[in-house]
Every structure is written in structure tokens, then in C-alpha cells.
């Protein structure tokens, strides 16, 4: 069972809607998938067409995660209706705010880990829709993951944001989980045509270097109908959605490959190639590069005049 964070440390960036996208692109491959939605605002469970109100749900988890609560509090998605296959939400709730206090006790850090150690033989692919700061959610989040992908979008502001995020990532596998690793950091709600989206992902490609997956989800009107309609955006219609989903196909497939799983067997029998054994010490180098890089342009006069 491989698990990945979604997240970003600024607001209003469609983690949430990347989040459905890779969900549906892995429905639609026939994984076994559970979304676990840490998000106070719960958007992913309402998306997933879940029913929240009277269900146990990741507030529950978060205060007893023992084996009969985490079953109790997960429920099919309402995607399935029609459909074959397995994809499943850990139902989330506002009142996970209550679990998301500035300087969590370890023992609160690794309660989504123990939770999801009762459920690993069940699914494939675990994503986590994790809540927009570096508090206790987010940490949690972490600890339970093994690699995290960075929502950003082309913005003034998005530089500083995946910064932050990547060296929060650093901090948590050196002090508490030495297998998380970041997947790289994916542009959202890009404009092709904008010369300023264009010079802002530049920007972050100078900072970030290969950190910066190569997929760019643009921005579309049929991501937010399929959200908003709580259908997966594989079976939405028009090919502004075809085009969405194939791009969504593409990050999934960077997301199997990195957990070293042949997740094509899990749909069709077909063989996806395993990460080299570079693929960790890769990313910490890129790590370290972009520590680097962040520390010269601090020092230089064009980020004295910024700040």
C-alpha cells in the first residue's frame, strides 16, 4: 500500500480538486484506493459524492484509531454506483480542526499511521487530502506517507509556499519518518496563453530544477463541473475533461512508479517499470540544491529589494 500526501501550504491552489483528479485516474485504472480526507473543510468527501453527517469519520480516527472505528468511519464512494471497482473515503469532518493545534505530542503525529496499518492489505494506493497548514493534520499526514506531492500554482506567492513545504518534508524524515520523500511539486490552474503563468513557472523551475514535475494541469471549467457534480472527471464528458484526464493518467503513473509497485497489474496485467535505486538519494541532492540555490538568492541584491 503506497501512501501520498496532497498537499500545499497556501490556500486556494485546487489541492483538493488534484486530489479527485488522481483519485478518478486511479479508479479508472482499477486500483484499490482509499482517500483520506484530513481536510477540515472536507471537500474531498463531498466531491466523492459521500453522505458525511451521522457517520463516524477521520475526527473519530484521529481520537481512537483502532481497527473497528477506522472500518466504521470509511464508506464506499458514490462513484461506484455503476461501476466496478474499489475506491473508498475516510469520511472527513470540520471537527478534525480540533486535532490540528500548532505542537502535536508524537504520539498524536503517528495516529494516521496506526490507523492506516489496520487497513493495508486492502488497497493499492492511499491518498491523503491533507489540510492547507504545517499544524498537527499536516504532520500527521506526513508521517503516515511515503512520498508527498506540492500543489502550487503560477503565482507571486508560489515560490515562497513550495519552499516552505519542501524543507518542512525534509524536517519531518529526518526527525521522524526517514522514508518520506517528496514527489515534486505539481503547477496547478496554469494558463498556457499568460505570459505571467508562464514566467512564474519558469521562476519555480529555476528554484526547483527537476523537482518540477513536468505535468501542468491547466485550468478548466470541466474539473469544476465533475467536482461540483461529484463524478469522477474520467467519465465527465467533452474534451476539455479527455484532456484533464490524461494528464491526471500521467501524474498517477509518475505516483506508481515512485512507489516501486506495478500498479498496471492491478487493471490490465501490464508492467510498470520500478524506480531505480537512485531514485531517494536523487531527491534528497535536489533537496539540497534547492536549499542552496534559495540561500544565494537571499543573499543577492534582487532578494534584498524583493523582501
Not at 148 to 173: H, K, M, N, Q, Y
Not at 199 to 226: C, H, N, W
Amino acid at each position: 500500500m503506497h501512501v501520498l500526501s496532497i498537499s500545499s501550504l497556501k490556500g486556494g491552489v485546487g489541492k483538493t480538486t488534484v486530489t479527485l483528479g488522481l483519485a478518478s485516474a486511479a479508479f479508472a485504472k482499477g486500483l484499490r484506493t482509499l482517500v483520506v480526507d484530513l481536510d477540515p473543510q472536507s471537500d474531498a468527501s463531498t466531491g466523492m459524492d459521500i453522505e458525511i453527517e451521522g457517520r463516524l469519520n477521520v475526527a473519530d480516527v484521529l481520537a481512537n484509531p483502532k481497527d473497528k472505528v477506522v472500518q466504521q468511519a470509511i464508506s464506499p464512494s458514490g462513484w461506484t454506483q455503476g461501476h466496478g471497482g474499489t475506491i473508498d473515503v475516510l469520511i472527513g469532518s470540520p471537527s478534525a480542526i480540533n486535532f490540528d493545534g500548532p505542537h502535536p505530542t508524537i504520539k498524536d503525529i503517528w495516529k494516521l499511521e496506526t490507523a492506516l496499518t489496520t487497513v493495508e492489505n486492502d488497497y493499492d494506493l492511499v491518498l491523503v487530502d491533507c489540510a492547507p497548514s504545517l499544524n498537527a493534520l499536516t504532520r500527521t499526514a506526513w508521517a503516515a506517507s511515503d512520498r508527498v506531492l506540492v500543489v502550487t500554482e503560477p503565482g507571486l506567492f508560489s515560490v515562497a509556499a513550495a519552499d516552505r513545504a519542501l524543507r518542512a518534508i525534509e524536517e519531518i524524515r529526518r526527525g521522524l519518518s526517514p522514508r518520506l520523500q517528496p514527489l515534486g511539486i505539481v503547477v496547478n490552474r496554469a494558463r498556457p496563453q499568460s505570459l505571467e503563468h508562464q514566467y512564474r513557472i519558469q521562476e519555480l523551475k529555476d528554484m526547483f530544477g527537476p523537482l518540477v514535475l513536468d505535468t501542468v494541469l491547466p485550468e478548466r471549467t470541466s474539473m469544476q463541473q465533475a467536482q461540483g457534480a461529484a463524478r469522477p472527471l474520467h467519465v465527465w464528458p467533452g474534451e476539455g475533461a479527455q484532456e484533464m484526464a490524461l494528464q491526471f493518467d500521467e501524474l498517477l503513473q509518475l505516483v506508481l512508479t515512485a512507489s516501486g509497485r506495478a500498479g498496471d497489474e492491478a487493471a490490465s496485467g501490464r508492467k510498470v517499470p520500478a524506480p531505480t535505486a537512485a531514485v531517494d538519494a536523487t531527491a534528497a541532492a535536489q533537496l539540497e540544491e534547492a536549499a542552496a540555490a534559495e540561500a544565494d538568492a537571499d543573499s543577492s541584491p534582487a532578494a534584498d529589494k524583493q523582501q
